[in-house]
């Protein structure tokens, strides 16, 4: 069984940083793309970072590029997401998303209708 569990949110000020995780089980990271989403209220899901191990490929918005950084740790089955020179506007819920495969040239991979597995999502608020 599939399962994406999502921690490491909270309140922080602005320019502080958080690092989120996305535990992963049921599968192997192998094989999978592993993307963090966010959803801020009134707006559409983002995606926000993207990783395939196998690939190597790594993805950002640009909206998080130079600040966010995706990492994986395939013996611990965990994908991380370290945020600094966090802002306001990263308020939102944060999920991760999993699929079987990888995105070629990175085609896609924001877009949450091609992902199969979500968490159930962490909270991050950025305010003084």
């Known amino acids: 069984q599939v399962q994406l569990v999502e921690s490491g949110g909270g309140l922080v000020q602005p320019g502080g940083s958080l690092r989120l995780s996305c535990a992963t089980s049921?599968?192997?990271?192998?094989?999978?793309?592993i993307t963090w989403f966010r959803q801020a209220p009134g707006k559409e899901r983002e995606g926000v970072s993207g990783?395939?191990?196998?690939?190597?490929?790594?993805w950002y918005a640009d909206s998080v590029r130079g600040r966010f950084t995706i990492s994986g740790d395939n013996a611990a089955n965990t994908v991380y997401l370290q945020m600094n020179s966090l802002k306001p506007d990263d308020t939102a819920v944060y999920y991760c998303a999993a699929v079987n495969g990888r995105f070629n040239r990175g085609s896609g991979w924001d877009l949450s209708r091609h992902y199969d597995y979500w968490g159930q999502g962490t909270q991050v608020t950025v305010s003084s």
């Open positions: 990783i395939c191990l196998t690939a190597r490929d790594i």
């Open positions: 049921g599968f192997s990271l192998d094989y999978y793309t």
